[in-house]
């Protein structure tokens, strides 16, 4: 890890008024870049990410939620009560001293604080002001003023309807809060962009961050695909797609191009598949997967490790790779070399949080 001088974001301060993870991860972000980070919460019970659950307890033997955890390594914090027009007069008095301010409410609830853009700027005018709400602030929507956690722009845009399973409802949140990761990453490049901006006019600005928007570039293909006049089911894509059972676990496979099936074929011990009419098209693949493929690679892989089989395979070209639940990740090498997953003493002393 290099020495904070040397992180590109030393010198930058940042406001954070923020709650759960569609800001706080973001300012996490910036954290490990440098910047210094001061939270802004309530002094009976702090941000609700605190009383979230699951929950440890912390050193004082009050519960601390998974959420708050996950979100705030490297971050100060200091207690306001913004309800109260002494700790609104304190917010004003701290704005100076401060590049950025970001916040996570819904639209309107900082105007009604007297802490809106409009009055922090003329306090502040190189202030960067960073809103994440579920429909935005700047642009109309009939939607504004509802509350929303990730699930609703996940929904909303699209994220469910792609690639439907027959017979069964979405599986809601897979990719865990993706409307609040994604919310993030966009709302730390609008800080970077309004910052840079900064340097070179003098003048601070907002940036406006909705969710929604964020989900539907992320998932960009639902729109896309309806446009091409396909739809969003797995027939959609032809190829192979899917995940096979090894000797531990599951591993991927992805094959999409002539010259990978060639070399999956071969490496899995099926080099007559090349000269088969059912496997001449991206389509027979896909439409034969489940009825000959997974067979074949299933009894190819009953010996091999899902890491083992993987790597045979991307050796071969193949684009494979294990299905990781959380003891590989933290066995994996690349995890470990890359440090990804910090291992933090429990204030409890019952082990590990990670």
């Known amino acids: 890890m290099p020495d904070r001088t040397d992180l590109p974001l030393e010198g930058v301060r940042i406001l954070a008024i923020e709650q759960m993870q569609a800001a706080p991860f973001a300012t996490q972000l910036l954290a490990h870049l440098g910047a210094e980070v001061v939270k802004v919460e309530h002094p009976k019970g702090g941000e609700s990410g605190r009383s979230a659950v699951p929950a440890i307890p912390d050193v004082d033997g009050r519960p601390t939620g998974a ?3 996950r979100n705030n390594l ?3 914090s200091v207690a306001i009560d913004l309800k109260s027009p002494k700790g609104v007069e304190l917010v004003k008095q701290l704005l100076p001293h401060y590049d950025v301010v970001v ?3 819904k639209p309107g609830t900082m105007e009604r604080l007297g802490l809106g853009y409009d009055v922090l700027e003329k306090i502040h005018p190189p202030l960067v002001y960073v809103a994440v709400s579920g429909f935005g602030s ?16 996940e929904a909303m845009g699209g994220f469910y309807s792609f690639r439907p399973e027959p017979g069964r409802p979405p599986n809601i949140q897979v990719a865990g809060a993706l409307g609040d990761i994604s919310s993030s990453l966009f709302a730390a490049i609008g800080m970077l962009a309004a910052l840079q901006g900064r340097r070179r006019t003098g003048h601070g600005q907002k940036v406006d961050v909705a969710m929604l928007d ?7 293909m639902v729109p896309f695909n309806h446009s091409l006049g ?5 027939k959609a894509w032809p190829g192979i797609l899917s995940a096979f059972d090894a000797s531990d676990g599951l591993f991927v496979i992805q094959v999409g191009r002539e010259h990978q099936f060639e ?7 099926h080099p007559e598949w090349l000269e088969d009419e059912r496997f001449a098209t991206r389509e027979g693949w896909r439409d034969h997967t489940h009825t000959v493929i997974r067979e074949a690679v299933e009894a190819w892989a009953a010996d091999k490790t899902k890491l083992e089989a993987s790597s045979i395979l991307a050796d071969a070209g193949v684009v494979s790779g294990p299905s990781y639940e959380a003891a590989d990740l933290l066995e994996d090498e690349h995890v470990q ?3 990804m997953i910090l291992r933090i003493p429990r204030p409890d002393g019952e082990g590990e949080v990670h």
């Open 263 to 269: 070399a999956f074929a071969k490496a899995i011990g």
């Open 337 to 339: 070399s890359h440090d």
């Open 74 to 76: 490297g971050k100060k």
């Open 138 to 153: 700047l642009l109309k929507s009939p939607y504004q003023h509802w509350p929303a956690y990730a699930v609703l722009p």
């Open 230 to 234: 396909i739809d969003n089911s797995i």
């Open 67 to 69: 959420t708050f955890l």
């Open 103 to 105: 916040e996570n409410f």
């Open 214 to 220: 964020c989900i539907i570039a992320m998932m960009d």
